[in-house]
């Protein structure tokens, strides 16, 4: 177990309501998905928002229920093959790969 560095208790808050919303968690700065305990094992600094005129601190992390999670990520997916498909017909279109003929 990793030691407790000043994050952890905020961590663990967080952690504890996805857990009790049956969510995950992903970190918009990292694009990185934990479940709650590997969020609390992280070592994740916590950041706050600051929201205009607000005394609320709302950490910059965001809760997903777990089929939302998957539908959003799998969405991404789809998104970045089609961008390789394109990338590829480009560069077939572009470059001949042919084999050299031997001399």
Do not use: N
């Not at 857990?19 to 934990?34: D, G, N, R």
């Not at 305990?37 to 601190?57: K, L, Q, T």
Request: aromatic share 12%.
């Amino acid at each position: 177990m990793k030691s407790k560095d000043r994050w952890y208790e905020e961590r663990v808050a967080i952690a504890k309501k996805a857990f009790e919303s049956s969510c995950v968690i992903f970190l918009p700065k990292t694009q990185q998905w934990y479940g709650p305990r590997s969020y609390i094992e992280s070592g994740e600094a916590v950041e706050y928002m600051d929201p205009y005129g607000s005394s609320e601190r709302k950490p910059k992390v965001v809760l997903h229920y777990v089929q939302t999670a998957l539908d959003t990520q799998a969405k991404q997916v789809a998104s970045e093959q089609q961008k390789m498909a394109i990338l590829l017909k480009v560069v077939s279109e572009t470059f001949s790969f042919e084999p050299k003929k031997k001399s």
